[in-house]
Every structure is written in structure tokens, then in C-alpha cells.
């Protein structure tokens, strides 16, 4: 230790950088032992579970680089990002509220996150910034191990549609061309026309079917007790269930045993809608699955090598 501070080295890393530490001296990131190269970019971003298990995945690995946390208001965002090479960044993640501004300011962007309206991933690539996300694919993944099967086979009703997660949810579900899709939103203009943009995903002749494909309706218990009884899986990607004191997201009596539901929510574990959901004898899961999945996407991405998936979940649970 004495050794490191003598050659210039820090060696404790702060809990959050803010925005002006970063942009004035980004110099400074590179000096710590093992260089501060990744961070989690937010507002808030205290509450981030994606630095405890991507330096597990790092030391795992044996890479000589650490993962921090990024406090970034709005108006400070794209002058952040483009200080990513100054500081020597491999790379980012972005999470609320910045994640639509990130793909607005980024130089490249891959074909998911530009449907997506959003990215979550970001690699420096010399003086450029290229975009990915993985929240989709993540969810792919955490739902076929959750439940075993493949989210492009079932009947999907998701809930919270025109949201940032909504929507890059949606997107993904239209490129796995899931067997149905039934949009639902508080604010329904904002799937209206994300239906119509998705429909061309769902037509084909092997694939169409008596009803239609894509739908968007209200978020009311009517328009959703008709979907449920023809639907596999339930998913919320609303905020509600973020705080303990949240109403459900949908009436209780809506759900059945026949249902599988996915809650993109993890703080705390659970819901009341997983609560309700396992009541009523549904098998069901919280978000945990695809925060850690997306988060070894971005490794993936990163570092164009497998990611310590145990190593990271064993980090993760550890964290709870
Ligand atoms: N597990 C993971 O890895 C992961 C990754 C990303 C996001 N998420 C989760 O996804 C959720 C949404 O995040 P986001 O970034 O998409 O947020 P966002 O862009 O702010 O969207 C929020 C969504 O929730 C809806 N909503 C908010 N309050 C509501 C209410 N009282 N009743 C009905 N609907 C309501 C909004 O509807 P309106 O359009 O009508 O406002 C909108 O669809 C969060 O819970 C977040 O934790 C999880």
C-alpha cells in the first residue's frame, strides 16, 4: 500500500464520482490501483447493484481494471460521456434517467438500440462511442431460466409498454417474433403507435394467426382480464413496485394460476404483484435475473470473452 501511495497510486475508490470530478480531472481515474476504467452513469445511482458484480467479474477474470459509480444530472450527460476517453474508459453503462439521451450521443449505435430508443451499454472505441443494450436480451435470458422456456413462444402481455424498459422490452419480443403481443400503458398514445411500428414483426403467412398479433390496449381490469385468460406471461416493466408502499400493479384478481409473471422490479426482492402473483399460484420472478444478465451482455461486449455468470450472481446475491 505504502508502495502504490509512494508511486502516485490511490488505492481507495470513492462510493460515487460526480460529474465534476470526472470532467475536471479525468486524469485521476487512471491512478487508482487497478485504474477505475467502467462505471455504472445515473441519477440517482447510489442504489446500482452493477458495481458489486461487475468487480467480482473483473478480479474473477483477473482483469486490471474497476467499475464505479457516475452521479450525473441531465444537464451534464453528453459533456460526460464525451470525457469516456480522456479518462481512459473501456466503456459504461447508463441507467435512469439518461439512457435515451445516451443513444442521442453516442457516434454508433447497433440496430436493437436504435429501435429500442435507448441504450444501456456503451463501448470506447478510440475517440468514438459505440451503443449497445442489453436489457432485452438479458430478459430473454433470465426468462428462459426462470421458467424454461423461450419468450419467442409465448403469449406476452406486458405491462408499463411506452416506458424506456417498456419499450426496449417490446422491441425485443418483436424481434424474437413472440407468438402475441398486448401492449399495455397508463399513457396509451405512447403504444399506439409503437404497435403499429412493431406490427411489420408479426406479419408473415407461416406465422399469422386468428388473432391479431400485436395489440395495444388500456391499461384497465376489463381490457386486461380479456388478455390474460389467452396470455403465458405477464410482464411489468412500470416502476410500480419500486417503492414498498406502491399499489399493486394490477388488481390481484386478475391473476391465475395458469399464469407465469415476470417483474422487472428487484428492489427489495419482491412485490406486491409477485406477492399476489404467488398467491394465486403463479410461477414468478423478480427482476434480479435480468439486471444480472444485462449486466453480463455488457461484459461480453466489453471484453469479447464469456462473462463469470456465477461469479457475478454469487456477487449479486452476496449484495441483497
Ligand atoms: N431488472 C432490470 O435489469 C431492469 C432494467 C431496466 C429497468 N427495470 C425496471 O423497469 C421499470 C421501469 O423503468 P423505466 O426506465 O422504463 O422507467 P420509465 O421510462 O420512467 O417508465 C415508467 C413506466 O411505468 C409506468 N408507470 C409509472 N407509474 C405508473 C402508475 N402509477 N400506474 C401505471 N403505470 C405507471 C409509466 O407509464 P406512463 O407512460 O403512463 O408514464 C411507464 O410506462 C423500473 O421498475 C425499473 O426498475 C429493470
Not at 441504450?119 to 451503443?131: A, F
Not at 422487472?264 to 403463479?282: F, N, P, Q
Request: net charge negative.
Amino acid at each position: 500500500m505504502d508502495r502504490l501511495l509512494s508511486l502516485g497510486m490511490q488505492t481507495s475508490v470513492p462510493e460515487i464520482f460526480s460529474a465534476e470530478d470526472f470532467i475536471s480531472n479525468p486524469g485521476r481515474f487512471a491512478g487508482f490501483e487497478p485504474p477505475v476504467r467502467l462505471a455504472v452513469i445515473g441519477d440517482p445511482v447510489a442504489h446500482s447493484r452493477s458495481p458489486g458484480f461487475h468487480n467480482a467479474a473483473l478480479r474473477f477474470c483477473g482483469i486490471r481494471a474497476q467499475y464505479g459509480r457516475l452521479h450525473v444530472p441531465t444537464e451534464r450527460f453528453a459533456e460526460v460521456l464525451h470525457t469516456l476517453p480522456a479518462a481512459g474508459f473501456l466503456g459504461a453503462n447508463v441507467t435512469i434517467p439518461h439512457k435515451a439521451a445516451a443513444l442521442a450521443s453516442v457516434d454508433e449505435a447497433d440496430a436493437y438500440a436504435r429501435a429500442s430508443g435507448s441504450v444501456n451499454t456503451i463501448v470506447v472505441n478510440g475517440e468514438k462511442l459505440m451503443g449497445f443494450n442489453t436489457d432485452g436480451p438479458g430478459l430473454v435470458r433470465a426468462i428462459r431460466e426462470e421458467f424454461s422456456v423461450d419468450l419467442r413462444d409465448l403469449r406476452v402481455v406486458l405491462l408499463g409498454a411506452g416506458g424506456g424498459a417498456g419499450r426496449a422490452i417490446a422491441v425485443q419480443c418483436a424481434m424474437e417474433r413472440c407468438e402475441r403481443l398486448v401492449l399495455v400503458n397508463r399513457t396509451f398514445e405512447k403504444i399506439h403507435l409503437l404497435a403499429e411500428e412493431l406490427a411489420p414483426f408479426f406479419q408473415s403467412e407461416r406465422l399469422s394467426g386468428p388473432a391479431e398479433r400485436i395489440v395495444a390496449v388500456p391499461f384497465d381490469d376489463d381490457a386486461l382480464r380479456r388478455e390474460l385468460e389467452n396470455a403465458d406471461i405477464l410482464i411489468n416493466a412500470t416502476s410500480l413496485g419500486m417503492k414498498r408502499t406502491d399499489p399493486p400493479a394490477i388488481s390481484p384478481a386478475l391473476l391465475t394460476a395458469n399464469l407465469l409473471v415476470y417483474d422487472t422490479v428487484y428492489a427489495g426482492g419482491t412485490s406486491r404483484l409477485l406477492e399476489d402473483a404467488a398467491a394465486a399460484g403463479a410461477r414468478c420472478a423478480n427482476g434480479l435475473g435480468m439486471l444480472l444478465h444485462q449486466g453480463a451482455l455488457s461484459f461480453e461486449i466489453w471484453f469479447n470473452r464469456a462473462a463469470p455468470l456465477e461469479e457475478m450472481r454469487r456477487a449479486l446475491h452476496s449484495g441483497l
